[in-house]
């Protein structure tokens, strides 16, 4: 049954003719009987309407929001069995998002374009190795499996790989183990590298940008040939350690970027996943109660001054985050990784904060944090989202089933204050603490009384720690003639 109706607008032609084809249709599942439920808002499945009262409460009141977010629609006749079909795994969403890696117009994958032979000048040597790989993934495990194809068993095992943390030498080992259980005449790659080779063709790699060792710039744009940095002078690549000579090719800090524009564009083409970034249109608080970014100041505003933005509920609106962590595990290890990650608010709110849901941006390298030089770290990043905001990108929506601009923006960011300094460049310690106040920070510690108070404090540490065994009713005496002398002044 076609559901995409219901988030048209009432007013379209598309809007009655899908309401009424959805009521004739559930009026045909149910035996054609005079009266059916009606699922508009006033009704809310529980009492029957005559089958054309439906139709006009459909246009006039619209369809109830929690209805028509299901699945299934049980109370018109339609049964999971029928959408079972249609509902993928995790292994064959992928295998179908690879399979509609290319699209045309009409939003079918490009034919190859192939005369006696021999391809068209038209097609590129990188569309041509896409479609040799395409075809590579569609190949059975081995001649004779039907559950798997190579794609679905790479992306089941890799998958099993990410949720369980194992290294990529046990991983190795696995795969050389299960690759020989297999038929001779399987397709399973043998290493974890080699798996990573096969997937990065479709987009699930990430950009390698090396880096000056002391955060001055990234070897991107106009530095991209350069030996050493045009700031530091510090040389590009690795230095031995006992020798001091360079070691080419080995660069001495490295960047890895996950671009954000070919994910964007896989999201549409998840039909379930398209439909789900549209949630946030279709679902604000009635009651004024806050529930979810939508029912946000910060959204209204973005609203009210962009509203061609916001006029397409596909924009997407993305908040941003960021911190420090230490990717070994060891409490007494210095090194700092700094991860930056996309959190999408388009989605329901038990969705847009899932793990699969969030994602890496950025993989700021250690083992210092990157303080004040962030900014040189987040360029690769800014410069794709000003790109979305500004012009956006092509994308093909698997389920309005139409190709769109789409456009995003970044909301707000999410750190702690410590990482809020280091992203916003402020101070966050000290006189000037307050980010919001700045240089006009209201500081206690210049009055002389504050003064006075902390260095009898002090004194009283020091006594302390001179002298342990001091009873308790001393410690008391030397707390009021602190007191005493405090009052005096």
Known sequence: MDKAWVWLPRASREYVEGATNFVTASSRRLGNPSEIFCPCIDCRNVCHQLVDTVVDHLVIKGMDKKYMRLSCWSMHGERKSDISDSVPTSETEAYDLLRTAYFTGEGSPQPSNNIGGETEESETTEDSEFRKKLRDAETPLYSTCSNYTKVSAIMGLYRIKVKSGMSENYFDQLLTIVHDMLPKDNVLPKSTDAMKKFLKIFGFGYDVIHACKNDCILYRKQFDKMESCPRCSASRWEMDKHSGEEKKGIPAKVLRYFPIKDRFRRMFRSKRIAEELRWHSSNASEDGTMRHPVDSISWAQVNEKWPEFALDPRNLRLGLSTDGMNPFSIQNTKYSTWPVLLVNYNMAPTLCMKAENIMLTLLIPGPTAPSNNIDVYLAPLVDDLKDLWNEGIEVYDAFLKEN???KAMLLWSISDYPA????????????????????????????????FRLASLSLETKLNSRNSATPRRKRIQIDDDNDEASRRR
Do not use: E, H, Y
């Open 404 to 406: 769109f601009t789409l």
């Open 420 to 451: 809020l300094g280091t992203l916003s460049g402020c101070k966050v310690k000290g006189k000037q603490a307050c980010n919001v106040c700045g240089k006009d920070t209201p500081s206690i510690i210049n009055t002389p009384r504050a003064t």
